[in-house]
T-cell receptor, first 113, second 117 residues
Framework: EAQVTQNPRYLITVTGKKLTVTCSQNMNHEYMSWYRQDPGLGLRQIYYSMNVEVTDKGDVPEGYKVSRKEKRNFPLILESPSPNQTSLYFC????????????FGPGTRLTVT | KQEVTQIPAALSVPEGENLVLNCSFTDSAIYNLQWFRQDPGKGLTSLLLIQSSQREQTSGRLNASLDKSSGRSTLYIAASQPGDSATYLCAVRQWKGSGGSNYKLTFGKGTLLTVNP
């Protein structure tokens, strides 16, 4: 089954404790992206990657890091989480040629206390 | 900068009614437009994707139209059912050279649909 998976689905952590949210897709997509969703603000892009070892900032990259060492994986790293990073996070992927429909993971609900 | 607006923000209808959700965008240089469904606390499910050269797409009881020149799209849901209750999101992708090189989707804030039995 074609899908984007994220882990963990739910996470409660404390300020300053480094964490990684994993994202994996099995569709051989070149493009992957992270979004966060906040009430009243909608979905906003954090980082994206056009292919292995090619990443760049989106609209709200502060406080986040990413890496793309393999085509299928695109982890989101919070080196020192803060309460304003409490949010619902989505990973997405798509082809960059043909019909670039974006597929989204199930989301990770992060709470930073 | 692209801005996407969805009206209404919330809609409540009785079961069986046909309904229309609206989406407008400020920059008409789009590559495509995608409609998603989001259930509470859940992920996004893609419903329909319309390329900029297309006028509409249909899937079952759903029909999405696109008028790129006026910056509008509508999602028509026929014979609504309680299971259609969800938030519906509209998202656009820009053309390369028009801020679209990163394939980013710009989302509206959604329409919360409630279909009452």
């Amino acid at each position: 089954e074609a899908q984007v998976t994220q882990n963990p689905r739910y996470l409660i952590t404390v300020t300053g404790k480094k964490l990684t949210v994993t994202c994996s897709q099995n569709m051989n997509h070149e493009y992957m992206s992270w979004y966060r969703q906040d009430p009243g603000l909608g979905l906003r892009q954090i980082y994206y990657s056009m292919n292995v070892e090619v990443t760049d900032k989106g609209d709200v990259p502060e406080g986040y890091k990413v890496s793309r060492k393999e085509k299928r994986n695109f982890p989101l790293i919070l080196e020192s989480p803060s309460p304003n990073q409490t949010s619902l996070y989505f990973c997405a992927s798509s082809l960059i040629t043909g019909l670039p429909e974006q597929y989204f993971g199930p989301g990770t609900r992060l709470t930073v206390t | 900068k692209q801005e996407v607006t969805q009206i209404p923000a919330a809609l409540s209808v009785p079961e069986g009614e046909n309904l229309v959700l609206n989406c407008s965008f400020t920059d008409s240089a789009i590559y495509n437009l995608q409609w998603f469904r989001q259930d509470p606390g859940k992920g996004l499910t893609s419903l329909l994707l319309i390329q900029s050269s297309q006028r509409e797409q249909t899937s079952g009881r759903l029909n999405a139209s696109l008028d790129k020149s006026s910056g509008r799209s509508t999602l028509y849901i026929a014979a609504s059912q309680p299971g259609d209750s969800a938030t519906y999101l509209c998202a656009v992708r820009q053309w390369k050279g028009s801020g679209g090189s990163n394939y980013k989707l710009t989302f509206g804030k959604g329409t919360l649909l409630t279909v009452n039995p």
